[in-house]
């Protein structure tokens, strides 16, 4: 029974100790680029400031499957060990350990994954949804800024939302068949600029890692959700500007907004209406703004080589600083056994 300890209880002191804690220091440091913006002009969608948001989970459990993978090759383990290596040299305790925190991890992002690709799946098509279909298709073709999203939209009468992005592997742009049919074709291709734009940013992915970094992190949920809404609704004014800039029509996407408008969802996603009504008057606001003086195009470059080059960093720390702070959690999991045997 001793020998189970560390691989059941360590995982559980990861997520319940080092990610609260983690996600506590994101906060304190987006507070304190909240406070800097004002003299740096650093924009609230940044980069930076959603890399904190998703790293403050990453990174952590990174690191301790990292470590957890050096002592289970190297054989190293503490004298406080219950398990004996096997006979090959390698930690049993360590295995468990990743073996238990990979599986906590994986059932933690499952429900995000699962809804992510739920909406992707379209209902039969009814006639009046392959009429709208048609009628979309025609305009893409029509319409050379909008090539890109040919065979990429989805017509469907039960659609959850008017119209958004799903998919995280393969996005498509799911629209409702009685949104459609209340637009008129520049409204239309305006929305469609507008889900064109998540798509080209990757935010079905984006959201998809953002949500996944709150749900294995319990006081995360908690300290991190208003900056990922403040995120969130920039990333949707970024997308209403730049499909202006591409072309569209900024009073027909304001007019597609109001229509698509509904109370907000649970979860953020990448959808054209999904905001409360202060948050549409704002991007209203604005698209009616737009239509007075045309938007400058504002690069927010996303590349994945920074983010993965910081991960490989991280999976390589352990192998070269040592595992000081998964030995704490052993130490913490036997200490926690051993009181519990007490009483």
């Not at 949804?129 to 909008?146: F, K, T, V, Y």
């Not at 469907?156 to 742009?173: K, L, Y």
């Not at 940013?201 to 996944?212: E, H, K, N, S, T």
């Not at 509904?262 to 948050?279: C, K, N, S, V, Y």
Request: proline fraction near 8%; hydrophobic fraction near 50%.
């Amino acid at each position: 029974m001793n020998e189970a300890i560390f691989p059941l209880l360590g995982p559980v002191l990861v997520v319940a100790l080092t990610l609260p804690v983690s996600a506590l220091a994101a906060k304190v440091i987006l507070i304190a680029l909240s406070r800097l913006e004002p003299r740096t002009g650093l924009p609230p969608q940044s980069v930076l400031r959603y890399a904190i948001i998703v790293a403050s989970s990453a990174v952590p459990l990174a690191w301790f499957l990292s470590a957890g993978l050096h002592q289970a090759e190297s054989g190293e383990r503490l004298i406080i060990c219950a398990a004996h290596g096997a006979p090959g040299g390698f930690n049993l305790e360590a295995i468990g350990f990743s073996m238990v925190l990979s599986a906590l991890i994986v059932g933690l992002a499952l429900p995000s994954l699962l809804r992510e690709w739920g909406p992707a799946r379209a209902s039969a098509p009814s006639a009046e949804s392959s009429l709208q279909l048609q009628r979309i298709d025609g305009l893409l073709a029509d319409r050379p800024a909008l090539h890109a999203l040919r065979g990429m939209v989805a017509v469907d009468d039960a659609c959850a939302t008017p119209i958004a992005t799903a998919g995280v592997v393969a996005p498509r742009v799911l629209v409702r068949t009685r949104f459609a049919r209340t637009l008129d074709d520049e409204a239309l291709c305006a929305a469609l600029h507008h889900e064109l734009e998540h798509i080209r940013g990757r935010d079905p992915l984006r959201y998809f890692l953002a949500r996944w970094a709150l749900a294995v992190n319990p006081l995360g949920r908690l300290l991190l959700r208003d900056e990922l809404a403040r995120w969130v609704l920039a990333r949707e004014l970024h997308c209403d500007r730049a499909a202006v800039v591409c072309g569209a029509s900024a009073p027909a996407l304001a007019q597609a907004l109001v229509s698509a408008a509904r109370p907000p969802a649970r979860e953020p996603q990448p959808a054209l209406g999904a905001a409360p009504a202060e948050t549409i008057r704002l991007r209203v606001g604005l698209l009616l703004a737009y239509a007075d003086r045309r938007p400058h195009p504002a690069r927010q470059p996303w590349s994945l080589r920074p983010a993965m080059a910081l991960l490989g960093v991280v999976l390589a720390l352990p192998h070269h600083v040592g595992t000081l702070p998964l030995d704490t959690i052993h130490r913490a999991s036997e200490r926690a056994a051993a009181l519990l045997a007490r009483n």
